[in-house]
């Protein structure tokens, strides 16, 4: 009888991409070249990737200016699916693992990365490049044992940002382990950093990682920074400790990473609760939102057309400041921080 990680390796297989399949749409000297060339090639083969890619450049968007940052509203239909999923333990358990391999659609086919991974095209997109990266084995979402993966994916993904999104921050798959990533940019928050800084309200040095705090960008942010992935990790890990709320589980964090100019760049979003008020109210009052890591990063995916129309500079404060993390509970992780970099 075959074990279990057998019947997945056989499986896995089918699913492989070759090399000589994705040269036919583009370099494939890198991991950044392979996935590039992944997406046109589902995109070629798979009618549902090709349609939701192309619907992309048809898709409404109107941007929200708030001093020295921006927020873009982008009404995309096909995103229902993650705005509104239902991630209760009894609506996890009745339905079949989209992300396992076995479950995966017959035209999806992947990159293997580090025998642990399958790079994926994501076919409901929010970005021109917008990949799933998805684990082997069906292991619940968390961050803490699987942060290196994090950061070796950034690194060799260097023309995309990665983003994780805790199993109550957004994951529409809480219970399989799993990253996206879309092209470097089109993030809000990619062109913002220089504003985060000269608006910070600490920037502190630790081991070889510099650590800036803000609540100042209507959301409240943590940011690391270091070449040093092993001083990263420990940084990191206080940082996750000290937000825990002494239960075993996972604090609420998205997480955005890039690798630039040979150094990581780690943003930690860490959260209050799952949906905002917007999202259980009825009738004209009622916003379908379901803020993650792209939500944070500067881009509201509105599933609804009408909630496109209607939301205001108004909501959007009131969505971030009820999702993310309280000014009492961010002081304190400010405060903490500032006590370990103090010597």
């Not at 979402?141 to 805790?166: A, C, H, K, R, W």
Request: charged share 20%; with cysteine; hydrophobic share 35%.
């Amino acid at each position: 009888m075959l074990r279990n990680s057998q019947k997945i390796n056989i499986v896995l297989k089918t699913k492989i991409i070759s090399i000589k399949e994705l040269e036919k749409f583009g370099a494939v000297d890198t991991l950044n070249n392979q996935a590039l060339s992944l997406v046109e090639q589902q995109k070629n083969i798979w009618e549902t990737a090709a349609r939701n890619y192309e619907a992309l450049n048809q898709l409404k968007t109107k941007t929200f200016y708030f001093n020295h940052l921006e927020i873009i509203a982008q009404f995309n239909p096909e995103r229902i699916r993650s705005s509104a999923a239902k991630t209760d333990a009894k609506s996890i358990a009745g339905r079949p693992c989209f992300l396992c391999v076995k479950n995966l659609h017959p035209d999806q086919k992947g990159i293997l990365f580090q025998n642990k991974y399958l790079v994926l095209a994501n076919p409901y997109p929010i970005f021109q490049k917008h990949l799933t990266i998805s684990g082997i084995e069906h292991a619940p979402q968390e961050i803490l044992p699987n942060l290196v993966d994090l950061l070796d994916l950034s690194q060799n993904l260097p023309g995309f940002t990665v983003f994780y999104n805790g199993p109550q921050c957004g994951a529409s798959a809480p219970d399989h382990i799993h990253f996206q990533a879309g092209n470097t940019g089109l993030l809000p928050i990619d062109n913002e950093f220089e504003n985060i800084i000269d608006n910070s309200s600490g920037i502190f040095c630790k081991n070889n990682c510099k650590i800036i705090t803000s609540n100042n960008y209507l959301r409240k942010v943590v940011i690391l920074l270091s070449s040093d992935k092993y001083q990263l990790i420990e940084n990191f890990k206080y940082i996750y400790y000290s937000l825990s709320n002494q239960t075993n589980s996972e604090p609420k964090m998205n997480i955005i990473c890039n690798f630039i100019n040979n150094e990581w760049k780690i943003i930690i979003f860490p959260r209050e609760k799952q949906h905002p008020s917007h999202f259980f109210k009825t009738g004209e009052e009622q916003i379908i939102i379901g803020p993650a890591a792209v939500e944070l990063g500067g881009i509201l995916i509105l599933p609804r057309e009408d909630d496109f129309n209607k939301i205001t500079k108004t909501e959007i404060v009131e969505i971030y400041n009820e999702v993310t993390v309280g000014s009492e509970k961010y002081n304190n992780l400010v405060q903490s921080i500032k006590n370990i970099t103090v010597n």
